[in-house]
């Protein structure tokens, strides 16, 4: 900071060395300023307290110096000492000011700044007097806390207690006292004890006790009186009194305590009643009680109901260790519960089978602890029959075992059904595919042809729907991790629904950042959730509404947003709105379709990514956002993974065998290869397939696995046995999907699994792909 130098009040070095030594001296701080505010001097103690030397602050301006703030608030000062130029009025400094320091350090400080003026009055500076208040308010502080301790801990005695002077009057009392007496501060400070309550603390001994404390200091403890009092009845008092020294000259205090017993004694009386209703509850109790010696461990008190329980009277158990009376297999699981019981205080067995004295063997829960009664240990077993209840457990884990099964058999039936409804998806899906290839349609033809197409894809969607959310939600699913720009997925994702985008006169808005985000995800699983996100947005938006999708990165993670200005979610929905088969109301036409499963899927797949995704919608009409956070992985993907082989045209025909029991599905897939300029066969069973293709020799075969007799695996194991097939290239074309289908193709020998419906442009691609790799 480039320092003032202007005009300057003249400098105490000039004055007399007797001034300049007495200013020295003071123990207050001291600077002054000149006309403009700029520092000219700061003595010793002022250069102590701001950590500022006189070379450092000569020709600054005092704010920048001399740093004032409000304690209370940490702000600058109000007023600031700038006011007593401006205005010329001397200006008190609150009580106390923080003085920030050089280095950061604050003080407490009082002061005042004035202003100073020459023979003509006119002004020529400032003069600051400081005053270091640090210790002295760290010292009132220590005080108050002080007093605020005692006096917290006086208010929190439970017991009534009073502090008296040398006549016993009254200088102060707790809460407790107040409350249990039922008297205010005006009636009790100040008034002499034995007035209170008009004279029900006139108590002959207890005068002549606190007496003797307060005149030959004679303290006394738990002195029992037992008094009416006017407004709490009859009380059992004990009180407590010593004489306090106070340091100093002043006279003694005497300390009073009062503690209410009335409770206690009622307590007591209460407990030996207690102790009548409990052996009448001992002697009707529904559970075996057994009470044993401590040293000896033989029973010395039984119960009714483990007498009946048993067999034995109360002479034969008496004396007895509890391995002879049926529990325990012998003496020494007797002795070494026994020990772990000393040890613990506490034992338990859920299921101890218990003999009887006839040999009649119950399981029991047992449960044994110690304690003390009139200062003796004893030790107390309850034995409760649980034969029933190990019944009802038997039932209740058969009952889970039938759930399982059922669960199984679910997931079976589910696999099943997918099977049989892809069989017939697929022979529909073909023969679209060949109407498809007739160029003399009617308009009508294709708009029947596309709203055919619609909902065969609509079907075979649900069916994959049910067999995906039994697979992710019990963890059946393993992710082909590849490292890839998920731009491209998202691209593929938007392609995937223009369909549906367009259908609905929907306006696309995507946003993707310009450079490569690169993640580690299954990149089918991925674009699944995205279609599944923008078909909701689709559907459940308005025709003409607007559908936002944008990507981001922040902080280590990828942002995708999914927005519509559709109906959205209502809010008792939208805390279940991951939940298996939750969807809005919706008339009876169900005209939006779907199984209410695509967002529980989309939930898991996210997760198993590491990820997360959320909802969000300020209600009903307000439209709806879903929002995915995938991690961003430590180290950049070296590349993409591998890309996905192109179809490559052959420079021949193919022989393909098509082989399935479903004739349609087999003659239209078969007439398709043949519209494509290959030869195709069909085989409708699996011995047809065997002889057939020794005959014919194909290059492709497109199995199905579930044929009736001899299944696809079987003859797929079969083909690869024969020696003059070795070239050939086995498809498994099928309605089975799961991983383990999947996993049995392989060790079949099949080249690859293909599940119905597919379209035929992306088998004749894996075909050339096949062809270009043999």
């Known amino acids: 900071m480039q320092k003032h130098e202007g005009s300057q009040n003249p400098d105490l070095d000039k004055r007399k060395p007797w001034l300049r030594a007495a200013v020295a001296a003071m123990e207050d701080g001291l600077v002054l300023t000149d006309a403009e505010g700029y520092i000219t001097f700061i003595n010793p103690a002022a250069q102590a307290m701001t950590g500022w030397s006189l070379e450092e602050v000569r020709g600054a301006l005092l704010d920048t110096r001399l740093q004032l703030l409000n304690p209370e608030t940490g702000r600058p000062l109000e007023p600031d000492p700038a006011k007593a130029l401006r205005e010329g009025q001397i200006v008190e400094l609150a009580q106390p000011t923080v003085l920030a320091g050089k280095k950061g350090h604050e003080r407490l400080i009082e002061g005042r700044v004035v202003p100073v003026r020459n023979r003509d009055q006119h002004l020529t500076g400032l003069m600051v007097l400081l005053r270091d208040v640090t210790q002295r308010q760290r010292a009132e502080r220590a005080v108050e806390e002080g007093i605020h301790f005692g006096d917290t801990i006086l208010a929190t005695l439970r017991d009534p207690f009073l502090v008296l002077d040398r006549e016993l009057r009254v200088k102060s009392a707790n809460r407790a006292f107040y409350e249990t007496f039922r008297l205010t501060r005006a009636d009790a400070e100040q008034k002499h004890l034995f007035e209170l309550h008009e004279g029900q ?272 939600t019990t963890g059946r699913i393993r992710l082909r991790l590849e490292g890839l720009d998920v731009r491209g997925v998202v691209e593929r994702a938007v392609e995937a629904v223009q369909t549906a985008i367009a259908r609905r006169r929907h306006e696309l808005r995507v946003s993707l950042p310009e450079r490569p985000l690169w993640l580690v995800v299954d990149a089918g699983r991925l674009e699944q959730v995205l279609v599944n996100l923008l078909n909701n947005a689709a559907k459940y938006t308005d025709e003409g509404g607007q559908i936002e999708l944008s990507v981001t990165e922040d902080r280590g993670e990828v942002t995708i947003r999914v927005r519509d200005n559709g109906i959205g979610i209502a809010r008792p929905l939208l805390s279940r709105i991951f939940d298996p088969f939750t969807q809005a109301e919706r008339s009876l036409d169900r005209s939006e379709g779907g199984l209410g499963i695509g967002l529980t899927l989309a939930q898991r797949v996210i997760e198993l990514h590491g990820g997360k995704i959320e909802a969000h919608s300020e209600g009903a009409g307000q439209g709806s956002e879903f929002v995915i956070r995938l991690p961003v992985p430590t180290s950049q993907p070296a590349h993409e993974g591998t890309p996905p082989p192109t179809a490559q045209k052959p420079s021949t025909a193919w022989r393909i065998l098509v082989v399935d029991d479903n004739v349609d599905a087999a003659d239209s897939l078969a007439m398709l290869f043949t519209i494509a300029g290959h030869d195709a066969r069909v085989a409708y069973s699996s011995e047809v397939a065997l002889e057939l293709a020794t005959e014919y020799r194909p290059d492709f075969v497109l199995l199905d696995i579930g044929l009736p007799g001899m299944d696809g695996y079987e003859v797929a194991r079969r083909l690869r046995q024969r020696s003059e097939l070795e070239n050939l290239r086995l498809i498994a074309l099928t309605g089975y999907g799961q991983d383990t289908d999947r996993a049995r193709s392989v060790e079949a020998g099949f080249d690859h699994h293909v599940v119905k419906p597919v379209e035929f442009e992306s088998l004749s691609s894996l075909l050339a792909s096949l062809a270009a790799r043999k």
């Open 201 to 472: 603390w006139n108590i002959p001994q207890l005068r002549a006790r606190l007496e003797q404390v307060a005149m030959e200091d004679r303290a006394f403890e738990d002195f029992e009186v037992d008094q009416i009092f006017p407004v709490l009845g009859r009380r059992s008092l004990l009180f407590s009194a010593r004489r306090f020294h106070r340091v100093g000259n002043h006279t003694d205090l005497v300390l009073l305590s009062v503690e209410d017993v009335t409770a206690r004694k009622w307590a007591q009386a209460a407990l030996e009643d207690s102790e009548h209703r409990y052996r009448r509850l001992f002697e009707t109790a529904k559970d075996g009680i057994l009470i044993l010696n401590v040293p000896s461990g033989q029973i010395i008190d039984a119960n009714p109901f483990i007498r009946d329980l048993l067999g034995y009277t109360f002479d034969e158990l008496c004396g007895k260790e509890l391995w002879e009376i049926g529990l325990f297999e012998d003496k020494q699981a007797n002795q070494e519960a026994y020990r772990e019981l000393q040890r613990t205080g506490y034992i338990r067995y859920d299921h101890l089978p218990m003999r009887s004295k006839n040999g009649h063997e119950v399981a029991v829960e047992f449960v044994s602890n110690s304690y003390r009664v009139e200062g003796k240990a004893v030790i107390q077993c309850n034995i409760r029959d649980i034969t029933e209840r190990s019944r009802l457990e038997q039932q209740t884990q058969a009952q889970a075992q039938e759930l399982a099964d059922l669960n199984r058999r679910k997931d079976e039936f589910l696999a099943m059904l997918s099977h049989e409804l892809r069989n017939p998806l697929a022979a529909v899906h073909n023969a679209l595919q060949l109407l498809r290839l007739q160029s003399n349609d009617s308009s009508l033809q294709r708009q029947a042809r596309l709203i055919v197409e619609r909902q065969v894809g609509q079907l075979t969607h649900l069916v994959d729907d049910l067999l995906e959310i039994s697979r992710i």
